[in-house]
């Protein structure tokens, strides 16, 4: 049973011509492969900056209904810093 990680956070992007931006990060992945480098196992990539954070933590659910079963999945990780919208996935 492979164990799924959910990993989110954002940072502070300078649009010329606007206010600072919250780009938000979400990371799914199966772990850290060890050999020949440390990397993510399995990862997917998913970015927004002016999207709403319940159209965009669907959009994550949506990949991960499709890509993994649940009932043979072990466990399931989200991690973050704790705000707002990550608590909300």
């Given amino acids: 049973m492979p164990e799924l990680y959910v990993e989110a956070d954002e940072d502070h992007v300078k649009i ?13 992945h199966e772990g850290v492969l060890d050999y020949p480098r440390r990397r993510l196992k399995n990862a997917r990539y998913f970015t927004a900056v002016n999207k709403n954070p319940e159209e965009f933590w669907l959009k994550v659910c949506d990949y991960i209904e499709a890509h993994y079963d649940f009932l043979n999945t072990g ?4 991690s973050g810093d704790g705000s707002p919208w990550i608590r909300a996935g």
């Fill in 75 to 78: 466990q399931v990780f989200l």
């Fill in 16 to 28: 010329r011509g606007s206010k600072p931006k919250d780009a938000r990060l979400i990371y799914v």
